[in-house]
């Protein structure tokens, strides 16, 4: 298939499917390699920007989507109404960022971190779509682990996880020191 006539397939399949589709799907679909469909929608995705047109084909982790441009996001807010991205609690902020950061994480790990029931939090981000189900624990309990979303990428602005920036893990099952000045002072 010629890169022109390529470029012109994943526009109309990104357009008309309205959310991420993964490469490797593309590359089966148009009977072409991966690397062909990276190549032509990059270049597509760039020709857009370069032209500042009203639409953007985006990368989040290893596929494509195609979004509305951020400059006419005032435009479209009045034209349909639309929400702002979720409104997010302090908690639901620490959960969220507790499972983009160790993910896949269960519930009790959340619970670990924070020193708080999650509960709560957990169900909300799952109501909001940014985060989701990523199996079961091989543990007793068989335990629900998550994982953020295309959504969360696409609200943070991200095209992959390693977009975050670094933090300091806290390795389980190892005490934790807390700084000097946190410590409890010894009754005299």
Do not use: H, W
């Not at 012109?8 to 993964?22: S, T």
């Not at 490797?24 to 995705?45: F, G, K």
């Not at 435009?75 to 702002?84: D, G, H, M, P, Q």
Request: net charge negative; no cysteine; glycine share 4%.
């Amino acid at each position: 298939m010629e890169t022109e006539q390529l470029q012109r397939a994943i526009e109309a399949i990104l357009f008309a499917a309205g959310e991420r589709m993964d490469i490797s799907r593309l590359a089966m679909v148009l009977e072409t390699d991966e690397a062909d469909i990276e190549a032509a929608a990059d270049a597509l995705a760039n020709e857009f920007a370069f032209q500042r047109r009203g639409i953007r084909i985006v990368k989040l982790e290893k596929g494509y989507q195609m979004v509305s441009s951020g400059e006419m996001a005032d435009y479209i807010t009045k034209a349909l109404e639309t929400r702002k991205p979720p409104k997010l609690s302090s908690s639901q902020l620490e959960t969220l960022t507790i499972i983009a950061y160790y993910q896949p994480a269960t519930k009790a790990m959340v619970e670990q971190i924070r020193g708080v029931d999650s509960a709560y939090s957990v169900a909300a981000l799952l109501n909001k779509k940014l985060i989701e189900e990523a199996g079961r624990l091989n543990v007793p309990g068989r335990p629900i682990q998550y994982k953020t979303t295309p959504d969360f990428l696409r609200t943070f602005g991200l095209s992959s996880l390693e977009e975050l920036p670094p933090i300091d893990k806290i390795a389980f099952g190892e005490p934790v020191e807390l700084p000097e000045e946190s410590q409890p002072q010894e009754a005299q």
